[in-house]
């Protein structure tokens, strides 16, 4: 089956420590994305590639990092600049040239700062 | 810039009842719109999209969308409320790169 896959589902930090969140995808997408979302808040962009070894910032992309090393993977570092981290945070792919840029979506990750 | 605004943070409808969920965008060109579904917890899943093909957009679990130029609208409607329903729904408008999101409506269906 064709997806995209976020793992882990649950992760917690502890203030100071960075964690990297992993995002994987075998649609042969050639565009990603990473969305932090909060209660009432919608989904904002954190960072976007739409190539390998390219990326651009989102709306909020202060506190966090990304590469783009491979086409199927996106991977978010939260640093410890990031001040509030905890939040439910979601990686999404699309074809651009294809399908109108409709975004297909994993099923997130919650990341808890204890 | 594209931009949706979603009317309603919060419907309560009855199991049975006509689900109307509100959604005005604002586009420089012509637009492609979307409405996801997201259940607690989880990603977001697609409902429908319009890609300028026809007006009315039929979905997945008995939704659609009726795009109108005149009122930059894109509501969705389902004409019978299952318990199923309840959820958080997101209207979306595409730049060709990006998608633009509201703000959300959460929809709760009472027995």
């Known amino acids: 089956d064709g997806g995209i896959t976020q793992s882990p589902k649950y992760l917690f930090r502890k203030e100071g420590q960075n964690v990297t969140l992993s995002c994987e995808q075998n649609?042969?997408?050639?565009?990603m994305y990473w969305y932090r979302q909060d209660p009432g808040q919608g989904l904002r962009l954190i960072y976007y590639?739409?190539?390998?070894?390219?990326?651009q910032k989102g709306d909020i992309a202060e506190g966090y990092s990304v590469s783009r090393e491979k086409k199927e993977s996106f991977p978010l570092t939260v640093t410890s600049a990031q001040k509030n981290p905890t939040a439910f945070y979601l990686c999404?792919?699309?074809?651009?040239?294809?399908?109108?840029?409709?975004?297909?979506f994993g099923p997130g990750t919650r990341l808890t700062v204890l | 810039a594209q931009s949706v605004t979603q009317l309603g943070s919060h419907v309560s409808v009855s199991e049975g009842a006509l689900v109307l969920l509100r959604c005005n965008y604002s586009?420089?060109?012509?637009?492609?719109l979307f409405w996801y579904v997201q259940y607690p917890n989880q990603g977001l899943q697609l409902l429908l999209k319009?890609?300028?093909?026809?007006?009315l957009v039929k979905g997945i679990n008995g939704f659609e969308a009726e795009f109108k130029k005149s009122e930059t609208s894109f509501h969705l409607t389902k004409p019978s409320a299952h318990m199923s329903d309840a959820a958080e729904y997101f209207c979306a408008v595409s730049s060709y790169t990006l998608l633009s999101f509201g703000a959300g409506t959460t929809v709760t269906v009472r027995a």
């Open positions: 649609l042969n997408h050639d565009a």
């Open positions: 586009s420089s060109v012509p637009p492609y």
């Open positions: 999404a792919s699309s074809s651009p040239a294809t399908s109108y840029n409709e975004q297909f």
């Open positions: 319009y890609t300028s093909a026809a007006t």
């Open positions: 590639s739409q190539i390998v070894n390219d990326f």
